[in-house]
């Protein structure tokens, strides 16, 4: 079980928008920045959000990020065949005193 | 632009001690503002944080509790780079390995952690 669980999959068909949650506690979303991790098989990680909903340059605006509380969400709208990859939340935790990752969700272009 | 190069075996023996290292270029090891950071991907486990290595006036070492008893990673500022050693490995430590940057400024001097540059990742497998 991870310290932040995600959903494990999610699906939506081109055009369309999905969102992945990501669920953590006081010691980490809770105090902390969230970012998030695209990851294509074969390929390193690739930032996509970080400090809850900033974009690094040469990420389009169709993903965004947000936090509440203790938890946190990445919404892509416009769904496209390339978005097709797993997607990773991180915060760090205060408790644990290290970086702690989502368990990831597989997202399905249909 | 920073990059990360890793080397290493990608076989190791159990009870043997996986070792890879991760070369910097356009940024330093011994950086005041980035911490320098390996993680793994395993399908059963997903990201994984392992731990890392930075500079503020002195060395820092943070570790990942599932690994703390096992883990050393050490800068090497002569080289410009730094190093991964797990002891005792079990096929559960079968997974790519990934250095990382992690950064803690933006561009706009506000404080926002985060892996920013990563390796190209080394699968390692561990097996008799």
């Known amino acids: 079980q991870s310290v932040l669980p995600q959903p494990p999959s999610a699906s939506g068909t081109p055009g369309q928008r999905v969102t992945i949650s990501c669920s953590g506690s006081?010691?980490?979303?809770?105090?902390?920045?969230v970012n998030w991790y695209q990851h294509l098989p074969g390929t390193a990680p690739k930032l996509l959000i970080y400090?809850?909903?900033q974009r690094p340059s040469g990420v389009p605006d169709r993903f965004s990020g947000s936090k509440s509380g203790t938890s946190a969400s990445l919404a892509i709208s416009g769904l496209q065949s390339e978005d097709e990859a797993d997607y990773y939340c991180a915060a760090w935790d205060d408790s644990l005193n290290g970086w702690v990752f989502g368990g990831g969700t597989k997202l399905t272009v249909l | 632009q920073v990059q990360l190069q890793q080397s290493g075996p990608g076989l190791v023996k159990p009870s043997q001690t996986l070792s890879l290292t991760c070369a910097i270029s356009?940024?330093?090891?011994?950086?005041?503002?980035?911490?320098w950071n390996w993680i793994r991907q395993s399908p059963s486990r997903g990201l994984e944080w392992l731990g890392r290595t930075y500079y503020r006036s002195k060395w820092y070492n943070d570790y990942a509790v599932s690994v703390k008893s096992r883990i050393t990673i050490n800068p090497d500022t002569s080289k410009n780079q730094f190093s991964l050693q797990l002891n005792s490995v079990t096929p559960e430590d079968t997974a790519v390995y990934y250095c990382?940057?992690?950064?803690?400024?933006?561009?706009?001097?506000?404080?926002?952690?985060?892996?920013?540059?990563w390796g190209q990742g080394t699968p390692v497998t561990v097996s008799s």
């Open positions: 400090s809850n909903n």
């Open positions: 006081s010691s980490n979303i809770g105090s902390n920045t």
């Open positions: 990382a940057r992690g950064a803690d400024y933006d561009s706009s001097g506000y404080y926002r952690p985060r892996f920013d540059y």
């Open positions: 356009g940024d330093s090891v011994s950086s005041n503002s980035a911490a």
